[in-house]
């Protein structure tokens, strides 16, 4: 295969496509993904064969390296991060028209804003995620690729510390 024989190329793809489809697919979840990222190993170790070290390993473990930086370069790529929760809250309100108003809006804004950024990112994340903009548990789990638990935990420890805050502050305002 280093010196381009297609013939070899072909064995190859027939003796590790199983190996690399399944490696693809136990790591996304979709076959159709998965596919996609067999078919772009295959092309970059046809690419790469020429620099191919067996001292370093097995072709076939080296096959399976490829696959998986590839299937993690992928879900990398797709994971959501939401950069500011502090915009969602407040990007679907209408401004109130009273001066009074606007500055209790102001007030409890900044209120909210500065006891999100105290509490953890994650926690903050999970929350935004939830009550704002509605993502039940299961919801959160999969964009953020953390096990269902972890995102019922962040969602009520951000929740607590978020109340707790709150109520500090009305009590010594």
Known sequence: MAVGDEQAAVSFVRRYQRKVFGL?????GDPALAEDIAQEAFLRVWKHAPVFDRRRGSVA?????ITRNLAVDFLRLRRAVVTDPTDEIWA??????APDEL?????????VAEALAAIPPEQ????????????SA????KLEGIPLGTA???????LMKLREMLDERTTTS
């Open 124 to 135: 903050s994340r999970a929350l935004v995620l939830s009550a704002v903009l509605g993502y």
């Open 24 to 28: 693809a697919l136990s790591m996304v």
């Open 152 to 158: 019922k935990t962040r969602v009520r420890r951000g």
């Open 138 to 141: 299961t919801e959160i789990s």
């Open 103 to 111: 500055a209790e809006l102001a007030e409890a804004k900044a209120r």
């Open 61 to 65: 473990t080296w096959a399976l390296a």
């Open 92 to 97: 679907g309100l209408t401004s109130p028209q």
